[in-house]
């Protein structure tokens, strides 16, 4: 089981063995130290963090055994964002049929302004948007090839919200731009699509002379149907939701469908620990999250262009679509002269509903 890297201190191999070097203490000027520091900090562009959400994370009726440790690993890219310090944010989420509805469901949309549901697992509220960077990146993309639709009043929920507001310290902590990708509906995107886009935004942030964090939240292996049925397998009420986002006659509300899902993943929580929905119910599937693991983390961004997004549902759950925003990321983050991706922890659990994963590169 993948668990995160392992780290060995100088003079030392992993077993604890000798491995023929010693160590020995160096004496530094604080104030040598501090400046190159400094440097080294300006001359980090940009910042990876890529890291699981789920409502479950706080609906929870049972924690998993690792929670912890999970709980940690959480706390440590906040942590490590907080020293970045981001001039800008550029994160890249999900939708769960709060903003986007199949009446007109793009691949890729940048947010120009964007305010957060209250979903369970969400933070509710505006984001803090550079309106005039968001404008500048849409239209840079688009002169390179990419075209993504671009929205002055985008509604996000927990898929964006509930990454941003705990490794920023709030919604509107740093200027954000979101990019959304359609990970719920088919016509699926094509694995390639996204890379290409984060190659583009990494070669735009990279000329910002900006540091910029690259955060995407979703992944990995999990099928939340129960919550987010294929469309027709709902209720009406729920389909035409789906459709229409309340537009339709017979539609839930807004309100209606908040509720709806705070109360569905309560319910949810409690079946799971009652044992009445598994890990395989849910679709958690560790080898084919250490299969997409081991090709991102070596930077292989390319052979993700030949993964089928239909044969992946079928063995990780719908829920892996989100994977997307991390390809995203990482392409970006590539693009700018960022380093190759570390996994910081993994684990499989199904009192959360995830298998959850968090990844971070320099």
């Keep these: 089981m993948i668990t995160g ?3 060995t201190v100088a003079g030392d191999s ?17 104030s040598v130290q501090n400046e190159r520091a ?5 001359l980090m562009t940009t910042s990876l963090i890529c890291a699981s959400h789920s409502p479950l994370l706080y609906c929870h009726a049972k924690p998993p055994t690792d929670w912890d440790a999970l709980q940690n690993a959480y706390k440590e890219r906040e942590n490590a964002a907080k020293e970045f310090d981001a001039d800008l944010v550029i994160a890249f989420g999900a939708d769960h049929f709060n903003g986007f509805f199949l009446k007109l469901m793009p691949s890729f949309c940048v947010g120009l302004h964007a305010t957060a549901v209250g979903d ?8 803090n948007v550079p309106t005039s960077i968001a404008t500048e990146m849409v239209n840079n993309l688009r002169a390179n090839d990419i075209d993504p639709a671009a929205s002055t009043d985008m509604a996000i929920d927990h898929g964006f919200s509930q990454t941003i507001n705990n490794m920023l310290g709030g919604l509107d902590a740093k200027p954000v731009i979101p990019v959304f990708i359609n990970a719920i509906a088919e016509p699926y995107v094509p ?3 996204t890379r290409l886009m984060g190659e583009a935004i990494g070669k735009f942030v990279a000329g910002l002379d900006q540091r910029v964090l690259l955060l995407a939240s979703g992944g990995m292996s999990h099928n939340p149907r129960r919550y987010y049925p294929e469309i027709g397998q709902g209720t009406p009420e729920v389909a035409a939701w789906q459709r229409s986002g309340g537009d339709e006659a017979g539609s839930l509300s807004p309100k209606g469908w908040i509720d709806l899902l705070e109360e569905m993943h309560i319910e949810g929580a409690e079946m799971i ?8 119910d849910m679709k958690l599937n560790q080898a084919a999250d250490e299969r997409f693991l081991e090709v991102f983390c070596a930077g292989r961004l390319e052979e993700f262009d030949t993964w089928d997004p239909y ?3 079928e063995d990780a759950g719908i829920g892996s679509m989100e994977l997307h925003t991390w390809i995203a990321a990482a392409a970006a983050h590539r693009a700018a002269g960022g380093a190759l991706p570390n996994l910081d922890f993994y684990t499989v659990a199904p009192e959360l509903g995830i298998a959850a994963g968090i990844v971070h590169a320099d």
Aim: charged share 35%; hydrophobic share 30%; no cysteine.
């Design 191 to 193: 694995f390639r699509r």
């Design 38 to 42: 400094k440097r080294l900090k300006k």
């Design 273 to 280: 620990v009652r044992g009445e929905r598994t890990a395989k």
């Design 5 to 7: 890297i392992v780290r």
């Design 14 to 30: 992993a077993d604890g063995t000798s491995n023929g070097y010693s160590s020995r203490r160096i004496t530094r000027d604080p």
């Design 120 to 127: 369970i697992g969400g933070f509710a509220g505006p984001l």
């Design 311 to 313: 044969a992946l549902v």
